[in-house]
């Protein structure tokens, strides 16, 4: 889907010391991601991708989580190997398929308990006015925040090269109100939204400032329940500098205030979540070097 934040490519965040609230603890954590694929097959446009995604967060801590007593964990993986097929069918029908098999556990493949197995199915169906498309999705994955299937049913306004919508769930929107600036917002479910403005300094050099909404989650080994997720939240208001060296390259380099962090364990992120802990907000660093299309 436009908007996203997908994509090849590897990015790192550091988040300095802060205390856990209501606790003499600290917290710090370093973030990094590795996202890469790979095309298999190739027929007009038909296509098949292998795709690997590895997170990896470190932290830093002596936390004792309040109702379990066991230590926060001191680290947290998600690691991910799937499969994507598109097909255009001679209506111009798009349909794609993306399954895919990973763990998202401090201990990854511990137990058939902590693999994590996710499902997107869409098809995109032409408006009558052959610009336009309805968009049908199907979206799954058994450590999402929500332990259910999440339907999706937009319509795409391809208006111009200047504006472009995605009306509904998901929900995208691009805007380029002049030739110096464009406007990005981009909501998944439930709770990924991402918006941004970006300002062309020069060419090649961009200026970007925006507002994300994060989530994560994942498997515990050892766990007292099978159900129980293990989720995290944060908000931030990031900006930072943007370089295109090469026409599909982007480098940058962000910053940023993280808010409203927390972390607990349960069945999902609308129940009560046990072994709860929110961090005193703080400032954070980050660089990344991605692929483009």
């Given at each position: 889907f436009k908007g996203g934040s997908g994509g090849p490519g590897y990015s790192a965040t550091w988040y300095p010391t802060r205390p856990v609230?209501?606790?003499?603890?600290?917290?710090?954590?370093i973030r990094?991601?590795?996202?890469?694929?790979?095309?298999?097959?190739?027929?007009?446009?038909?296509?098949?991708?292998?795709?690997?995604?590895?997170?990896?967060?470190?932290?830093?801590?002596?936390?004792?989580?309040?109702?379990?007593?066991?230590?926060?964990?001191?680290?947290?993986?998600?690691?991910?190997f799937g499969v994507l097929g598109l097909h255009r069918f001679r209506n111009d029908w798009v349909a794609g398929l993306m399954t895919s098999v990973g763990s998202a556990s401090d201990q990854p493949f511990h137990s058939f308990e902590e693999v994590n197995v996710s499902v997107l199915g869409f098809l995109r169906v032409p408006a009558r006015n052959e610009r336009d498309a309805w968009l049908?999705?199907?979206?799954?994955?058994?450590?999402g925040n929500l332990n259910f299937p999440i339907p999706g049913l937009a319509y795409v306004w391809d208006y111009s090269d200047q504006l472009h919508v995605t009306i509904g769930v998901p929900f995208s929107?691009?805007?380029?109100?002049?030739?110096?600036?464009?406007?990005?917002?981009?909501?998944?479910?439930?709770t990924n939204v991402n918006a941004r403005a970006t300002y062309r300094i020069v060419?090649?050099?961009?200026?970007?400032?925006g507002y994300e909404y994060l989530s994560e989650s994942y498997f515990l080994a050892e766990r007292a329940s099978e159900h129980d997720r293990f989720m995290g939240f944060e908000q931030r208001l990031i900006s930072g500098l943007r370089w295109d060296p090469f026409r599909y390259v982007t480098f940058e380099v962000n910053s940023g205030y993280s808010f409203d962090r927390s972390f607990g364990e349960g069945t999902n992120q609308w129940g009560d979540l046990h072994d709860r802990l929110e961090i005193a907000a703080g400032v954070f660093l980050g660089v990344s070097l991605k692929a483009r299309f």
């Open positions: 609230n209501g606790s003499s603890d600290d917290f710090a954590r990094q991601q590795l996202n890469v694929g790979a095309p298999i097959w190739k027929d007009g446009d038909d296509l098949g991708l292998l795709t690997a995604n590895v997170r990896h967060s470190l932290f830093f801590t002596d936390y004792i989580l309040p109702d379990s007593n066991r230590p926060f964990p001191k680290e947290l993986w998600n690691l991910d049908f999705a199907l979206i799954y994955s058994s450590a929107l691009m805007w380029r109100p002049t030739c110096h600036l464009t406007i990005d917002l981009s909501y998944i479910p439930l060419k090649n050099f961009y200026f970007f400032a």
